[in-house]
C-alpha cells in the first residue's frame, strides 16, 4: 500500500544561510510553496512550524504530499526525517532529498535512488536515521570551486549575482520535474529532470555565467 510522499529540502536555519549554495533543497522547497500560495488547487496547510522541521501539507501533480524542511543544522537532518516518516507512516519508498550537488555545475539535475553521499552529510544523516540509503534524491548542481580545500566556504557562500537567474529557473524546473513525477510516474520525470538545462540567451544579451561553481 502506497503511502504519502514526503518530499524534503535539505538546507541550514537562519537567516545568514537563507540564499546559499547549500540550501538548494529549501529554495526548491520554498518555490513549491510560493506557487502553492498563489493556486487553491495546490490546497496548501501548515501541518508543524516548530520544533527541529517546518512540514506543509500540498497537492502536487494531483496528488497529495508532504513537504518538509528540516531545521536542524544539515548533519542532523536526518533525525528531523526519521521523525517525520514515524508520525506519518511514510515509507522508505515515498522519500524524495531535494540537496546541493558538488559534481554536477548550476543548471544540471539528477534524480536518482540510492548511492553513495559523495561526502553530503545530510545525506549521510537520512541515510543513518531511515537505515537504509534506497531513498530517491534530488540533486542539485552546484558545481565545485577550483581548490578543493574550499569546498566548505563555498558551500555556505550566496549563490553570486550572476547565477540567480539560473537558480531560479533551477527551481522552477524542479517543481515542473517533481510534479511529472507524481503525476506520470519517475520514469518520464527522470528524462526530464536529468536533460534539463539551462536556456542560453541570444548572442549579445548575455549568459548566465557558471565559471565560479563549475570550478
Known amino acids: 500500500m502506497r503511502t504519502v510522499p514526503l518530499i524534503v529540502g535539505l ?10 549554495r547549500h540550501n ?22 501548515t501541518l508543524h ?18 513537504l518538509a524542511k528540516p531545521m536542524t543544522f544539515m548533519n542532523l537532518s536526518g533525525r528531523a526525517v526519521a521523525r517525520i516518516c514515524g508520525r506519518h507512516a511514510v515509507a522508505l519508498s515515498d522519500v524524495v532529498v531535494l540537496h546541493d550537488e558538488l559534481d554536477l555545475p548550476l543548471g544540471r539535475m539528477k534524480l536518482k535512488k540510492g548511492g553513495g553521499s559523495n561526502g553530503h552529510r545530510g ?12 531513498f530517491l534524491r534530488l540533486r542539485l548542481g552546484i558545481g565545485r570551486p577550483e581548490f578543493s580545500s574550499d569546498v566548505s566556504r563555498f558551500v555556505l557562500q550566496p549563490f553570486p549575482l550572476a547565477e540567480q537567474d539560473g537558480v531560479r529557473a ?12 507524481l503525476r506520470r510516474g519517475q520514469g518520464e520525470a527522470t528524462q526530464f529532470i ?3 538545462r539551462l536556456p542560453v540567451p ?5 549568459t548566465v555565467d557558471t565559471s565560479e561553481a563549475m570550478g
Open 11 to 20: 538546507g541550514n536555519p537562519g537567516p545568514e544561510y537563507a540564499e546559499t
Open 123 to 134: 545525506i549521510d544523516s537520512i541515510a543513518e536515521h531511515l537505515g537504509s540509503e534506497d
Open 170 to 181: 533551477v527551481c522552477a524546473a524542479a517543481q515542473k520535474g517533481l510534479t511529472l513525477m
Open 49 to 66: 512550524g516548530e520544533g527541529d522541521y517546518l512540514l506543509y501539507g500540498v497537492t502536487l501533480g494531483g496528488t497529495s504530499c508532504l
Open 24 to 45: 538548494f533543497g529549501f529554495l526548491v522547497i520554498d518555490d513549491i510553496l510560493a506557487s502553492a500560495r498563489n493556486r487553491k488547487s495546490m490546497r496548501l496547510e
Open 194 to 196: 536529468n536533460s534539463f
Open 202 to 206: 541570444p548572442v549579445g544579451e548575455g
